[in-house]
Each structure stands twice: as C-alpha cells, then as structure tokens.
C-alpha cells in the first residue's frame, strides 16, 4: 500500500513543519526569511562561494522525490491509479495553501506545487500512453 502514498507528499510536509513551526506561523516575511537563511557556503573552484539556503535545500531533495515519482508512474498496476488520485488530491491541497495562505506564497512552495502538478500529469499521461499500448488498433482486414 505504501506504493499508493504519493512521495512529494513528503517535501510539502517538511515545507509545512518548517513554515509553521520555526517561521512563526502563516506570516509571509518570516517564511521567506527562514526559508532564503544561509545555511553553509561551498567554496568554489572557480573561487566563488556558493551559499546555500535552507530553501534550495527543499527544491533540491523535491527534484530527487519527482524523479522517484516520475519512475514509479511507469508502472501500469492498478495501485498506480490510487497513487495518480491522490497526487492530485496533494496537488489540489498544495493549491489551496499557495492561493489563501500567505506563508506559502513564496518561490519555493510554488516550485514545489508545480513539482506536485508535473507529477499528476505525468502519471495520467503515462497510463493513457500505457494504456493505450495494450489496446490493439490494427486494421479489421483479414
């Protein structure tokens, strides 16, 4: 069952922990402050310095879930309609926050909610085409 559990569930609720528990709330400007804070810088070859935010952090550990989420919605088994249906739920939820809640009009939830868009869409794309690899369209000539 743990299939069907859509994984960028799992960013958005680090997102929603960092926000309302360290931010101070649904307030906007503590979000982007805590979210755009300096973690540690990297040290260049180049001879510049990377900082690095907590921010990039979250959008870096979301590519790596999407990839996993694009890998699992190859699978034409029945589980993968549950995990597309509740994709969408997580993509219509991740919505509602961006739209009414000010905490989450920032550039990293919107990332995240496009991660969860591309997400749903990929998989129902990938079943039609699946699905549509199993019919057979050959002619009726015999």
């Known amino acids: ?3 069907a559990f859509p994984l960028l569930a799992l960013p958005v609720l680090v997102y929603n922990l960092i926000v ?3 931010a101070g709330g649904f307030a906007a400007n503590a979000a982007q402050y805590r979210l755009g804070e300096q973690l540690f810088t990297i040290h ?3 001879g510049g310095d990377w900082a690095v935010s907590l921010g990039d952090l979250l959008i870096a550990a979301a590519l790596v879930v999407l990839f996993v989420e694009l890998l699992k919605s190859t699978t034409s088994r029945k589980i993968a309609i549950i995990n597309h249906s509740l994709s969408m739920v997580l993509f219509i939820g991740c919505l509602v926050e961006f739209l009414l809640f000010p905490a989450f009009g ?10 969860v868009l591309l997400d749903v869409l990929a998989g129902f794309i990938v079943t039609i085409v699946s699905a549509r ?10």
Do not use: K
Request: proline share 0%; no cysteine; charged share 15%.
């Open 133 to 142: 690899r199993d019919m057979d369209f050959s002619d009726a000539r015999h």
């Open 1 to 3: 069952m743990f299939a």
């Open 106 to 115: 920032t550039s990293v939830f919107f990332l995240l909610t496009t991660m």
């Open 20 to 22: 309302l528990t360290f």
């Open 44 to 46: 260049m070859t180049s």
